[in-house]
């Protein structure tokens, strides 16, 4: 972690100030770079900056200049030791949580930097979505945190797709995706959240995709226990209308956002349904972006969004 | 009355088959299907209701019931100036008087609610509230790090079947 450059980071002249915030005692900080977006981090505990590295966002880079646009807060109780270490994340001024452990702050804190870039991506539209691809084409899976989406992107790279993403997908100009490859938030058996661990595509057997793709399908998949993936086929005008509904940016760059959509959208098949188990559905995703159409046959689909 | 489609503060997309309207004053976006976009685009407050069903429907057909059906929806997502209030239209009756024989002018606009950024970016994180008395166990008062009201509980999720628990 020797390449940090050294320097506490600072707002840009102009930016809302950070009142009595910036009077707390910070003691090491620094400043990075992701999708064009300045982003600083400080702490009052100059050793937890090395942990840093482990949870900022796919594609960062050291940004030698001091002045950022937005500044993370990291404050822990100096006067604990270990893990159980009273603790405070802010973003910008405000105090997004305050946990008494630190590995959880951090936790938040990647959250918090991840959504920052994701809203202020220069070029970029991200999408809360899980993505892989498949034979040069990438599957697309909107939906909320806790939707399956992990577990549905898991089970199509156990599969032999392409890992780029279990958070976003990340759209350009062209409506092509790009991998934003972090590693897999994967929640322990029956969706613990203490024993949630980070893996790795290639821990799942898989590898990670390295260049944009143009989508080929959409997938809207709640998951509900026991059911059967019986979707219902979507216009293009509607898949732009889901995908906008976990469009990151959506109110803040609406036209860019639709371009974005419309152009991903053009050459993809779009479904949403209710889906059972994950590995059900999987051959049935990749049966149906093989097909060419996105066609979802009679036999594995129960027969309703049959072309 | 000659209805009148809303311009101001709207964001219009051209589909092939569709149109995509962004309204920036409430951050609604929809979708007209063919029908519904035919509608809002001649709904220029100089044609009457009769006169845009003349271009909505094929030669011989009524397209009239079509195009109340789409008034009324185009009302309730917000994008009329002028026009026949939602409530002012039996649907129903204006559908049965179509038949099925206008079934493929049937409009329709799908309508979502943008969401904000935090809403769409929200990870759900379980946060530890009180490390004596939490467990993790399914039921148990624990703040959720996330976005209220979303799958985000506001308690502990089931760890019942978690064998590291």
Redesign the interface.
């Known amino acids: 972690m020797g390449s940090w450059p050294s320097g506490m980071p600072r707002l840009r002249p102009g930016s809302v100030t950070l009142g009595r915030l910036d009077a707390l005692g910070w003691r090491a900080g620094t400043c990075v770079e992701a999708y064009g977006l300045r982003i600083g981090v400080r702490t009052n505990v100059s050793e937890l900056l090395d942990r840093l590295e482990a949870h900022l966002p796919p594609g960062w880079r050291p940004c030698p200049s001091p002045l950022v646009d937005q500044m993370f807060s990291l404050w822990v109780d100096p006067r604990s030791d270990g893990p159980s270490r009273p603790s405070r994340v802010y973003v910008g001024r405000r105090r997004r949580v305050r946990t008494p452990d630190v590995g959880r702050a951090f936790a938040v804190l990647e959250s918090e930097i991840r959504q920052s870039v994701a809203a202020s991506a220069v070029g970029r539209t991200f999408v809360h979505a899980g993505v892989v691809g498949w034979s040069g084409r990438a599957i697309v899976i909107p939906g909320r945190s806790r939707s399956g989406k992990t577990t549905l992107v898991a089970e199509l790279v156990r599969a032999g797709a392409q890992y780029l993403s279990d958070e976003f997908a990340v759209l350009d100009a062209r409506g092509r995706v790009h991998p934003f490859a972090k590693p897999l938030s994967i929640r322990g058996p029956g969706g613990c959240d203490l024993h949630a661990r980070a893996r790795r595509a290639e821990e799942l057997g898989g590898t990670c995709a390295t260049r944009p793709l143009p989508v080929g399908l959409v997938v809207l998949a709640e998951h509900r226990p026991g059911a059967s993936w019986r979707p219902e086929r979507l216009s293009p005008g509607r898949a732009v209308l889901e995908m906008l509904a976990h469009t990151v940016p959506a109110r803040l760059r609406p036209e860019a956002s639709l371009v974005s959509l419309e152009r991903a959208v053009a050459r993809a098949a779009a479904w949403k349904g209710e889906r059972g188990e994950a590995r059900e559905l999987v051959p049935l995703l990749l049966e149906s972006l093989e097909s060419g159409e996105g066609r979802i046959s009679r036999r594995s689909a129960g027969g309703r969004g049959t072309r | 009355m000659k209805p009148l489609a809303r311009r101001e503060g709207l964001?219009i997309?051209e589909?092939?088959?569709?149109?995509?309207v962004?309204d920036?004053a409430d951050?609604r976006?929809?979708?007209?299907?063919r029908t519904a976009a035919t509608v809002f685009r001649h709904a220029d407050g100089t044609r009457t209701a009769a006169e845009i069903a003349r271009l909505v429907a094929p030669e011989g057909a009524d397209g009239e019931p079509a195009v109340a059906e789409a008034l009324a929806r185009l009302a309730e997502a917000g994008l009329l100036e002028k026009g026949p209030s939602p409530a002012s239209l039996s649907r129903r009756e204006a559908m049965r008087r179509a038949g099925l024989g206008a079934a493929v002018l049937l409009p329709a606009v799908?309508?979502?609610v943008?969401?904000?950024?935090?809403e769409?970016?929200?990870?759900?994180?379980?946060?530890?509230q009180n490390?004596t008395g939490c467990t993790?166990q399914s039921g148990t008062p624990c703040s959720c790090?996330?976005?209220p009201g979303?799958?985000?509980s506001g308690t502990?999720?089931?760890?019942?079947?978690?064998?590291?628990?």
């Open positions: 964001l997309r589909l092939p088959d569709e149109l995509l962004y920036q951050h976006a929809h979708c007209l299907n799908a309508s979502i943008a969401p904000s950024p935090a769409a970016a929200a990870t759900c994180i379980y946060i530890q490390p993790g790090y996330g976005l979303s799958a985000c502990c999720l089931p760890t019942d079947t978690c064998s590291d628990c």
